[in-house]
């Protein structure tokens, strides 16, 4: 089993680790916080769009439409997450990051409809993904701040979640800025950085599914 045989191997894993962190969350969907049920909600949209991805993919040979959708899909994910966490309690903090959420979702729309399967071919050019991670980034490090600032208590396990969060998209973050890069090389170095991704992610859902398993038997 060469290099490509077990990339190959792994972009199955995902849809397989997503499904059962699906079903994993739904077991304990009552029994989790609003946090964790967002955190299923995010496994199930990537769930969706990676088994969108890989059919359209078949049918028309590229599935690069999607990264704008997956940028929005986690932005969304991850605002709602930081919103219900309570970093938002003032009113102005409240209507500047809403805005940039807006702005941010107005420019992968356009990115989108900008986008065609066409667009695998040399001169790809997409940043919803570097535009979503670097932002989910911000609200992070944001939570930390404001708990530190506020003296709040922080629980570990969303103290855990919290730097999970971070460390896996600062890493995607420094993948995926010189996306052209990783799209149209041809010297083969690119398979390697997508190889890093692929592992990052696999971990990351990892992660995730046992902060609901832990959070879902600790109240069960």
Known sequence: MDFYDITNFLTYLSPILLFGGVVLGSCYFWKIGVLYKIIVYYLFGMLAIDISARAYGEIYGSNLLFIPILGFVELLAFFCF???????????????LGMIFLVSSAFMAWEFTSISSSAALEGFQSYSKVLSTFLIVMLAIDFF????????????????LNSVIIMYFSLVLIIFIPIDFLIND???????????????????????????????????
């Open 82 to 96: 930081y919103f219900y966490s309570g970093i938002l309690e003032s009113r102005k903090k409240s209507v500047f």
């Open 145 to 160: 701040i404001s708990k530190i600032l506020s003296s709040k208590n922080i629980t570990k396990d969303l103290f855990f």
């Open 186 to 220: 041809a010297t083969g170095v690119k398979y390697y950085i997508w190889f890093a991704n692929l592992l990052f992610t696999l971990v990351f859902y990892v992660l995730l599914i046992l902060s609901i398993w832990k959070i879902g038997k600790a109240r069960g």
